[in-house]
């Protein structure tokens, strides 16, 4: 079994939209993303590899989860095509590139993005994804390679409020 866990980044500041690459989270986001990472690793769900847009508010996102999960900061893979914006097939391509000895990936970027990307790859996610939201699909597939459209099991949602 394969799992792919995408993580909409948390919430950044309401400014900087000039230049919208380097906005920061928020300190609500800061504290979202910590009571997301630690809610993870109390449920054992822990990555074998981070990969993130390159935007800092994405960046500092994964980083919190990182430090929640003891992994350490310098192993997180920057993909600068997830902030440019990949298409459905490109993002599954991304995936099917996987080394196969990975068995959970997380990947932390954006809105509408990872919202289309979660409704593809899953068999019945019909949620919203606010920010810090949190997604695992589960495949039965024995190499990434094998991964489709459709073919994941929608495993968990989780997101901030629900752990306020």
């Keep these: 079994m394969k799992r792919v866990v995408i993580v909409r980044h948390a919430k950044a500041v309401h400014y900087g939209y000039d230049d919208d690459f380097t906005r920061d989270l928020a300190e609500r986001g800061v504290n979202d993303a910590n009571i997301l990472g630690k809610e993870l690793k109390?449920?054992?769900?822990?990555?074998?590899?981070?990969?993130?847009s390159p935007a800092n508010r994405a960046?500092?996102?994964?980083?919190?989860?990182?430090?929640?999960?003891?992994?350490?900061?310098?192993?997180?893979?920057?993909v600068e095509e997830i902030y440019d914006g990949l298409t459905i097939s490109e993002f599954i391509d991304l995936i099917r590139e996987l080394p196969d000895e990975l068995?959970?990936?997380?990947?932390?970027?954006?809105?509408?993005?990872?919202?289309?990307?979660?409704?593809?790859?899953?068999?019945?996610?019909?949620?919203?994804?606010?920010t810090c939201s949190t997604v695992g699909i589960d495949f039965n597939i024995n190499?990434?390679?094998?991964?489709?459209?459709?073919?994941?099991?929608?495993?968990?949602?989780?997101?901030p409020k629900m752990f306020k």
């Design 143 to 159: 190499t990434w390679k094998e991964l489709g459209s459709e073919a994941g099991k929608h495993k968990f949602h989780y997101y």
């Design 103 to 130: 068995e959970t990936v997380f990947f932390f970027g954006h809105n509408p993005g990872f919202h289309y990307y979660v409704n593809n790859l899953s068999d019945k996610f019909n949620g919203h994804m606010p």
């Design 42 to 52: 109390k449920r054992k769900i822990i990555p074998d590899r981070l990969i993130s």
């Design 59 to 78: 960046l500092q996102t994964a980083r919190i989860y990182a430090d929640n999960f003891g992994i350490d900061k310098s192993e997180i893979v920057e």
